[in-house]
């Protein structure tokens, strides 16, 4: 695993971007390095999720049950570019089915724009 294989970013208050670099094999030991980081970015507060995917060659069950456990996920976007890209975001909704509104998109400003517009916890 290299630790540049992902990239965990506040953008704003309750939304963090993460970016998986392409051609990556994202695992659990990488999962729980990214968890650890979100947790502290939130202080284990409620955040909206972006997962950029960007031709990400693969990532295992347990990577994603680290990400959805990090911090309580109030919307999950997935973002990518391929056909490969889309087969992994609905692959780890499926495995994982956040207990919150998810969806896959290509464009990162939309799912952006998504992810604002849903409910805050507390709200």
């Known amino acids: 695993m290299r630790p540049q294989s992902a990239a965990v970013e506040r953008i704003d208050d309750g939304l963090v971007v993460i970016?998986?670099?392409?051609?990556?094999?994202?695992?659990?030991?990488h999962g729980s390095i990214v968890r650890n980081q979100l947790i502290t970015v939130f202080n284990g507060q409620p955040a909206g999720v972006l997962l950029r995917l960007a031709g990400v060659a693969m990532i295992d069950r347990d990577a994603m049950?680290?990400?959805?456990?990090?911090?309580?996920?109030?919307a999950l976007a997935l973002v990518g570019q391929t056909p490969v890209d889309r087969l992994v975001a609905h692959r780890l909704?499926?495995?994982?089915?956040?207990?919150?509104?998810?969806?896959y998109f290509t464009d990162t400003e939309e799912a952006l724009d998504w992810l604002r517009t849903r409910p805050q916890p507390g709200a």
């Open 65 to 74: 049950v680290q990400y959805a456990q990090a911090v309580t996920v109030t």
């Open 19 to 29: 970016t998986l670099q392409p051609g990556v094999r994202i695992t659990a030991a």
């Open 93 to 103: 909704v499926g495995l994982t089915l956040p207990k919150c509104p998810n969806q």
